[in-house]
């Protein structure tokens, strides 16, 4: 059975850190192309980082260089490293495994996590 499992969202003030981590089982992380997504309320989810083996293959322009998505295979977890967060930043954060298209498009994901809220304020 497939599992993602994130955690470490929270509420911090605008220019503060997080990192995220998303837990998996059910499947070997380290051929599995995975990514990260985010909805803020009223919107639609978007991609903000894509990930095969270890490399990032793709940014949201709104993240790049704030943000950094890495893994760790031998712990089957994914983390998504958020650095001077923005208001804009807030909302579900997701992990999700998807096809390898290298691409952010939630069309593209077969399994979604639950999610964890990231609120900023300013």
């Known amino acids: 059975q497939v599992r993602l499992v994130e955690s470490g969202g929270d509420s911090v003030q605008a220019g503060g850190s997080l990192r995220l981590s998303c837990a998996v089982s059910?499947?070997?992380?380290?051929?599995?192309?995975m990514g990260w997504f985010r909805q803020a309320p009223g919107k639609e989810r978007e991609g903000v980082a894509d990930?095969?083996?270890?490399?990032?293959?793709a940014y949201a322009n709104s993240v790049k260089g704030r943000f950094t998505a890495s893994r760790d295979n031998a712990k089957n977890t994914l983390y998504l490293q958020m650095n001077s967060l923005k208001p804009e930043d807030t909302g579900t954060y997701y992990c999700?495994?998807?096809?390898?298209?290298?691409?952010?498009?939630?069309?593209?994901?077969?399994?979604w996590g639950q999610g964890t809220q990231v609120t900023v304020s300013s």
């Open positions: 059910g499947f070997t992380l380290t051929f599995a192309c």
């Open positions: 999700a495994r998807k096809r390898c298209t290298g691409k952010l498009n939630p069309a593209d994901v077969n399994d």
């Open positions: 990930i095969f083996s270890g490399t990032p293959q």
